[in-house]
């Protein structure tokens, strides 16, 4: 919104795209540190947490559906970054702003300034979801879960349950 916002606000519909590309651009090293960053400490917990994901019910679940949601928002910030390098190319077409095309953007590009303002949706709702699972971990990180949790699986297997 700062970004795609203060490029629409440009008197020249030919500089939007321009700004608007170099905003991310200079945002891209922060994104790719802050994702670095939580993929080593994704690991690390999963590392710390191994004997609980494998014996405790409902954390392995947990456990894959973050690990999916993490990869889809991955996909889709890559996908929002080749998108950005397309838009790259198209500087000094006129737009409205970084993620909206006006009546004279070429079709190529409105297509991609379409998918990216939907990407730019996504990647937050993917988060969140992370944000989510992460409560649950935590919940199931209590004491009082995870005696129960643990002893679910062989109840199970042994008819108990």
Do not use: F
Not at 81 to 99: F, H, M, S
Not at 133 to 142: D, F, K, S, T
């Amino acid at each position: 919104m700062g970004i795609n916002g203060a490029a629409a606000d440009l008197g020249d519909a030919r500089q939007r795209l321009h700004v608007a590309n170099a905003g991310w651009a200079r945002w891209t090293p922060v994104n790719l540190a802050a994702i670095g960053v939580h993929l080593v400490g994704a690991i690390g917990l999963l590392l710390a947490n191994k004997g609980r994901v494998a014996t405790q019910r409902g954390v392995g679940a947990s456990t894959v559906a973050k690990t999916a949601l993490t990869a889809a928002a991955l996909g889709v910030t890559a996908y929002s970054r080749a998108l950005g390098k397309k838009l790259e190319q198209a500087d000094g077409v006129p737009v409205e702003g970084g993620t909206d095309p006006a009546a004279d953007t070429p079709p190529e590009v409105a297509k991609a300034q379409q998918q990216l303002k939907v990407c730019q949706w996504v990647i937050p709702a993917l988060t969140a979801g992370i944000g989510v699972l992460n409560a649950v971990h935590g919940e199931q990180q209590r004491p009082g879960q995870q005696l129960p949790g643990i002893l679910a699986k062989p109840a199970q297997l042994l008819g108990a349950a």
